[in-house]
């Protein structure tokens, strides 16, 4: 079951999750997750790769070894 983008117009793919923990001002981006979250959104890799974070904030990314569209 693939997953879209949730950026506003992009139909690509989904290959990232992102979660904003607003407590700690983190937003972490890793592998897409099993199922979607409410909270959550799923990023193809050119908007999972594009992320930034508001000024004063973290931005943690967790990649599998080998992954592409991550870092990796």
């Avoid at 290959?15 to 799923?42: I, K, Q």
Wanted: aromatic share 6%.
């Amino acid at each position: 079951m693939n997953r879209s983008c949730s950026r506003v117009a992009c139909t690509a793919d989904a290959v990232a999750t992102l979660t904003y923990v607003y407590a700690d001002s983190m937003a972490v981006l890793g592998p897409l997750s099993m199922s979607h979250e409410p909270h959550s959104y799923d990023l193809c890799a050119r908007h999972a790769e594009r992320l930034s974070a508001p000024q004063g904030w973290q931005v943690i990314r967790h990649a599998v070894l080998g992954e592409a569209g991550l870092g990796a």
